[in-house]
């Protein structure tokens, strides 16, 4: 019988004009993942305000929003009423002490030729020594504002970053005053202070850990990045889990706030048995894909090896197959002129995973040979024949 | 009566002959004017009700749309049947009635009916097809850009809002469909991602869409005396409009279409398309309307092509596709040659008989007039011209002189033997003794042939307009032998010494030998005839059945099949391969093949799955059904993936009309479970396996198509508080692209959509999509919705509110009335119903059925009609039933005639039977009366020599009628061309009838007078 089917089947296969590309069950390596969406997030610790440390008019800005500076970089000018009354009060301090000064060496002198009382010189000294402290005081605060006290102090206050970042944002207009505590400009440290804030269905309570890998789709290209921290509480309005990532790379012209399409893997790679997506045709309710019965036909000179095979084949084959066969059969027995066969088994898979090129699938063995694409035309001459179709 | 009749036109002679110039220029005025068409119109009155449902599910359909419609229409008065089919998309109803309504009627009525029908909000209108007859289809046309520069949907655009409105405008044209190409719509393609950072949901944007488009008038206002009107112009005008359609605002700042959607012009989701030669085309399809002449219509059509041609753009043409009054043409030419040389035959043959020009000429005369009043009578009676009406002439056109001939003759007879008498009173005596033979002879042709125009069904469609005109044309000859002939034979016959022409001389000096032999062995000769006819009887019994015989319509055409579920740009792949294949192969024969896919816009019930393949064939074509046959098996084995089914134009749209199935043959299970109808039909089909004369078994695939099915997960959907109706919404406009408002531009509009960026590309993608709904909350549609793919239904055919499923069958080489028999006891046999599920047999075997048991009450009462008719002309029920032993002969002709030609016993083969009839009692009436005749004249003889005289003396009016019915219809058995195969078992039939009739008659009907009136 399985004989006479063979030789069939090498007569169909040769008669059949329709050429498929044939590949081979291999393993994939697929990666579980879901796709996200994603907001670009800055912590609340990478944001900096320059303050204005002295009360004042802003007389000129020295930085534009969006541009970078560098530490120690001038970046506003105010005019300060502050700055220029403790300078006139450091002026007339001085003075006061030249005075002192002086009125100390003559007391000092007077009293050693015994003509003043100690108790006048020692008064002299307190007074002298209050208004050194008096000017040191005023030097200090000065030193903290980074005014030089010698010479000639001027009222124009510079104000000069702290840290580096970009300008994020200009906070006080230009001509305003301000007193000083208040943030002339903030500062958004650059580079890796960026994470990505993903929404992650509950789903996926128990496979979304931290050290998870993940990509982030962004402007046309995707970025490494890997779970950083899952935040604590849930997103209530979308009762979606957050999970912050880092990114693994730099990222050109990110923006705070951008919603942005991402994926996490979930789980280690994994590998599978898998067929090319196209392969794949939908038949009587069950994913199928059909491989080719040419392959064994070739090595059938071994009559028990073959039937070993048939059956093994058969096996797993559905049951619908049986039929489609065995009814061809029957028509070949009744009708005299050559009943074409079609050399393609029909196979049911359960589908585990797939991606964009692959679907990892239970139901075939490894190095199977399989229809991978234009599996549509073998359906429709499958069903033909399970119609009634006689051929003529 | 008929004596005063001739007694009157004797007399009023000149008033007879103008009255007959004015018949004959009447006549010929109602010739030119008679409809043209290649068919009776067979198809049954039917009003077709189809609701667009874009985008839903057959079972959806059904369930919502088909069932209340049909329910609504089931009580209607005059309602035969209601099929109907639910497809993807469409619901499609046909209510069939009684032949007896108004059309106009009838579409009144099912409208007001369909008001009351409840149909869901959204799921469509239902609306009346177009009021066409299945054979509507006149006119089709490619609409095609040579320089390839415009798009097909640019071309599209044009035939809806050019073409189709010019073509509209041709009188008798009730529409025209557009099929293939794209429809142009404004997408607004939506990136859920982007609703999600904007805070917008997408219901917002269909309201933010569906308020801006709109516009308003504000009345007037006076101003100087002069009336300004007021108008809001709220229309969008450019793309740039409805992208600044405000979705939301917030103080000054507002989110506009364009900010979450990209806006742009597309296509329409399609469901049918069209290619020619390999390339996909745009087509029209012209219907005609109920009751117009499709020659008059379809000659309005190609003037104004020419102007619609002028006026397109440069480049851009119509190109015709398919003609019907070609064909109409050929088949009407076919039988009108036939007539032709029929009537030059019976000239020639008379004049071979009379050997005089005189009389020959008063014979002749008579054949035209007799065909114009038949002309004129058509025209009075609402007939048309075409194949079965003419072929009712053709067949007609040999008797139509008999009664002439025997007025002729009779006065020719007299006047040769009284050449000195008064020439009036001669002739009127002469016209007087005759005139009651001759209109009996006529009545009881009428007789035979009236009872056909109680055939209902298919049959009656075809054959009444047949049996009508040879009606009318007999009458006319009676009209014509009664009054014209006299005052002809008056004015024109010359008395001549008689003197036998050679041939009948010949004919008589065979005959002598014969016809004394058989009145020698009286006994033996009817004895032998009688088993005879018993034999061949049952021969007939055993001979093979069909309806009709297929009509060549000199063209070829594929139903082409793939499964249920193919997706309409494969099977555009596979047609255009196709369609290479065929011009590649047979270059030679076929000019230009077109496809056409799934279906266009309007009342189609096909799906991409499914196509039709035109042929456009060289002229010239030797062997059409040899080509066809090789075709057939090449495309067949090269496209192995789907099925093929050859048909022709008119011949699909009369099966697909009739029965709603697609095949000659076919069983249909009906019942409730598709799936339990597909075992059943499986049992059917394993049970007729190796059935002999089956050569295919096709189970018509309901089952097998592919759905994803979206089911709301209630829990879930109360956990991200999202409304089902919200899921819907967005299934039916996001991913359905149900357009949410129309952008009108001057009176074309183009729906608008707002519809999900990729949503359509992959299941897998269509699971991820993200809603975002009412309340913030960003859900993908797989979270809240069970979504799977299942198997569903691909359409849901029903019939009297019950679903059926169709098994068609294809037979080659048996005939199918015992097929039908074997198979059915196979299927009892073999294949156990479940209850409430039944089989009924239909096609062309239904008919057949139908028309069988018609002519079992036709054909006794026939029989009874002339026997009555018989009796009142000799008022003896002896020689009437003498007369009527004619009939056997003639039968036993068309029995051996049959068998010889190896055709089936069809319809059009039982009418030849029904004629052969008429003549074998015309043949008889003719003899037993002139027999009866001498025996008065000479009672003393002896009554064998009396018959030998008579018989004599009436061999050639006999063999004229005989010869000239027999050369009448010749023309018929030989006609080629389209049409001819229809008429060609009639022929067969009615040639053999005649011969045997003739010969019979003259030999055993002397013979049957003497047994039965030997003393």
């Known amino acids: 019988m399985s004989r006479k089917i063979a030789g069939v089947l090498l007569l169909a296969q040769s008669l059949w004009g329709l050429e498929v590309p044939i590949d081979e069950v291999e393993r994939q390596l697929f990666e579980d993942s879901i796709t996200v969406n994603s907001k670009i997030v800055q912590l609340r610790s990478a944001k900096e305000s320059v303050m204005a440390r002295v009360g004042g008019r802003v007389t000129k800005y020295l930085v534009k929003q969006g541009q970078s500076i560098k530490r120690g970089q001038a970046i506003a000018i105010i005019e300060s009423l502050e700055l220029s009354k403790l300078s006139s009060e450091l002026k007339l301090l001085r003075k006061q002490l030249a005075i002192h000064n002086k009125n100390y060496k003559i007391l000092k002198n007077l009293y050693n030729q015994g003509l003043e009382s100690l108790e006048r010189v020692n008064r002299e000294q307190r007074e002298r020594d209050e208004v050194l402290s008096q000017i040191e005081s005023i030097k200090t605060q000065l030193k903290l504002l980074g005014v030089s006290t010698k010479g000639d102090i001027k009222n124009n206050y510079t104000i000069y970053a702290q840290g580096s970042g970009k300008v994020a944002e200009i906070l006080v207009p230009l001509n305003s005053v301000v007193d000083a505590n208040r943030a002339l400009i903030s500062i958004v440290k650059g580079g890796s202070s960026f994470l990505v804030k993903s929404y992650v269905p509950l789903n996926y309570v128990n496979e979304v850990k931290v050290g998870n890998k993940g990509q982030l789709f962004y402007g046309g290209k995707h970025y490494k990045m890997h779970i950083s921290q899952i935040l604590p509480q849930l997103d209530e309005q979308t009762q979606q889990m957050q999970v912050l990532s880092s990114l693994d790379e730099p990222v050109k012209n990110l923006f705070v706030n951008a919603y942005v399409d991402s994926k996490l893997s979930i789980g280690e790679p994994k590998s599978y048995l898998a067929v090319k997506k196209s392969a794949l045709s939908f038949f009587k309710n069950e994913w199928v894909v059909f491989t080719s019965k040419h392959h064994e036909d070739e090595e059938g000179e071994h009559e028990e090896h073959h039937e070993k095979h048939e059956e093994h084949e058969n096996h797993k084959a559905h049951e619908k197959e049986h039929h489609a066969e065995k009814e061809s059969h029957g028509h070949h027995g009744e009708h005299e002129h050559e009943e074409e066969e079609i050399p393609y088994n029909l196979n049911v898979v359960k589908i585990l995973k797939q991606n964009d090129e692959f679907v990892a699938i239970e139901g075939l063995d490894e190095h199977t040979d399989y229809v991978s694409d234009k599996s549509y035309y073998i359906k429709s001459l499958l069903l033909k024949s399970s119609l009634g179709g006689h051929g003529h | ?1015």
């Open chain 2, 1 to 1015: 009566m008929l004596n005063k009749i001739i007694d009157l036109s004797l007399r009023y002679k000149l008033l007879v002959i103008v009255l007959f110039i004015v018949l004959s220029f009447l006549g010929y005025r109602s010739y030119q004017n008679v409809p043209i068409d290649a068919f009776p119109d067979i198809t049954p009155k039917q009003v077709v009700i189809y609701t667009e449902s874009a985008g839903n599910s057959a079972e959806d359909i059904e369930k919502l749309i088909t069932y209340p419609i049909e329910s609504a229409l089931s009580g209607m008065a005059g309602v035969k049947s209601i099929m109907s089919n639910s497809i993807f998309g469409l619901s499609y109803v046909s209510v069939f009635f009684e032949d007896s309504y108004d059309i106009y009627f009838l579409r009144q009525q099912v409208s007001e009916r369909i008001l009351s029908v409840d149909i869901p909000n959204g799921w469509g209108k239902p609306t009346l097809g177009p009021n066409t007859t299945g054979l509507g289809q006149v006119f089709w046309y490619e609409l095609k850009d040579t320089t390839g520069k415009k798009s097909l949907q640019e071309i599209r655009e044009l035939q809806e809002f050019f073409v189709k409105p010019m073509f509209k405008s041709v009188s008798g044209v009730e529409e025209v469909i557009s099929w293939g190409g794209y429809e142009k719509q404004y997408e607004v393609v939506i990136e859920p991602r982007k609703l999600q950072a904007k805070g917008v949901t997408y219901s917002d944007i269909v309201d933010a869409l569906e308020s801006s488009n709109i516009s308003a008038g504000g009345q007037y206002l006076e101003f100087n005396r002069e009336q300004y009107q007021i108008r809001g112009v709220g229309f969008y005008q450019t793309l740039d409009d409805i992208r600044s359609t405000v979705v939301k605002s917030f103080g000054g700042r507002a989110i506009l279409i364009g900010d979450v959607a990209t806006v742009k012009q597309g296509v329409a989701p399609r469901f049918g398309a069209i290619s020619i030669d390999g390339n996909e085309s745009v087509m029209g399809m012209v219907l005609q309307r109920t009751g117009t002449d499709a020659n008059r219509v379809v000659e309005g059509l190609k003037k104004k092509m020419e102007q619609v041609n002028a006026s397109l753009p440069s480049g851009v043409e119509i190109k015709l596709i398919y003609d019907r009054t070609t064909m109409t043409k050929k088949a009407v030419n076919t039988i009108s040659s036939a007539l032709q040389s029929g009537i030059v035959l019976v000239a020639i043959v008379l004049f071979l008989f009379l050997f005089e020009l005189r009389s020959a000429f008063i014979v002749i005369v008579s054949l035209p007039l007799s065909l114009l009043i038949a002309f004129g009578l058509m025209e009075y009676f609402g007939l048309s011209a075409n194949l079965m009406s003419l072929s009712g002439l053709a067949i007609a056109v040999g008797m139509i002189v008999d009664g002439t001939i025997v007025m002729v003759e009779n006065a020719y007879r007299h006047l040769n033997e009284n050449p000195t008498a008064n020439r009036t009173t001669l002739i009127l005596n002469s016209a007087k003794e005759v005139a009651t033979p001759t209109t009996f002879a006529i009545l009881i042709i009428v007789a035979v042939f009236i009872p056909l125009l109680s055939l209902d069904g298919l049959a009656g469609k075809l054959y009444s307009p047949m049996a009508l005109n040879i009606v009318f044309v007999m009458l006319g000859s009676l009209l014509v032998a009664l009054v014209l002939v006299p005052v002809l034979a008056l004015a024109l016959l010359q008395p001549k010494k008689s003197q036998e022409n050679i041939v009948m001389r010949a004919i008589k000096w065979v005959y002598l030998p014969f016809l004394k032999g058989a009145l020698y062995l009286p006994k033996i000769v009817l004895l032998t005839v009688m088993i005879a006819f018993a034999f061949l009887a049952y021969q007939l019994t055993l001979q093979g059945r069909e309806f009709m015989p297929t009509l060549n319509e000199e063209s070829i055409m594929f139903r082409v099949i793939a499964p249920p579920g193919t997706a309409l740009s494969q099977s555009v792949e596979t047609a255009q391969n196709l369609e290479k294949h065929i011009l590649k192969n047979y270059s030679s024969n076929v000019e230009s093949v077109l496809s056409m896919i799934g279906r266009s816009e309007k009342g189609e019930t096909a799906q991409p799955n499914y196509m039709e393949v035109l042929l456009t064939l060289k002229p010239n074509i030797e062997d059409l059904p040899a080509l066809t046959k090789r075709i057939t098996k090449d495309v067949t084995h090269t496209f192995e993936h789907v099925r093929f089914v050859p048909t022709q134009p008119i011949a699909m749209r009369i099966e697909e009309l009739l029965e709603g199935v697609q095949s000659e043959l076919a069983i249909k299970i009906y019942g409730e479970e598709q799936k339990v109808m597909a075992k059943i039909s499986k049992q059917i089909q394993e049970a007729l396996e190796g059935l002999e004369g089956l050569e295919e078994v096709e189970v018509e695939p309901q089952l097998g198509q592919a759905n994803i099915i979206i089911r709301p997960n209630y829990q879930a959907l109360a956990r991200y508080g999202v409304k089902v109706s919200e899921i819907m919404q967005f299934i039916r406009n996001g991913i359905g692209e149900e357009s949410i408002t129309q952008k009108i531009e001057g009176v074309k509009r183009f729906g608008i959509v707002a519809k999900l960026k990729d949503a359509r590309e992959e299941i897998e993608e269509l699971k991820n999509i993200n809603l975002r709904t009412e309340k913030g909350s960003i859900v993908r549609l797989r979270d809240v919705c069970n979504i799977e793919v299942r198997q569903g239904a691909s359409f849901i055919k029903r019939q009297n509110l019950n679903r059926y499923m169709v098994l068609g069958i294809e037979t080659e080489g048996r005939d199918v009335a015992s097929l039908v028999a074997e198979a059915n006891e196979r299927i009892k046999e073999k294949v156990k119903m479940p209850s409430g599920y039944y089989i009924e047999w239909a096609g062309d075997f239904k008919n057949m059925q139908e028309a069988t048991q018609k002519l079992m009450i036709i054909i006794p009462v026939t029989i009874m009609l002339i026997l009555l008719l018989l009796y009142t002309a000799f008022n003896s029920m002896k020689k009437a039933l003498l007369v009527l032993m004619n009939v056997p002969f003639g039968l036993m002709g068309g029995i051996v005639a049959l068998i010889i030609s190896e055709i089936y016993l069809s319809v059009s083969a039982i009418i030849g039977f029904l004629a052969i009839f008429a003549i074998a009692i015309l043949n008889g009436i003719v003899l037993v009366s002139f027999i009866d005749e001498l025996r008065e004249k000479y009672p003393e003889k002896a009554l064998k020599e009396v018959i030998i005289e008579a018989t004599l003396l009436r061999l050639r009016p006999v063999l004229m009628t005989a010869f000239t019915t027999l050369f009448g219809i010749l023309p018929l058995l030989y006609a080629t061309g389209v049409g001819a195969e229809i008429q060609y078992p009639l022929s067969v039939v009615i040639v053999g009838g005649i011969i045997s009739s003739t010969l019979l008659t003259l030999l055993v009907l002397p013979v049957g007078y003497l047994v039965v009136y030997r003393r």
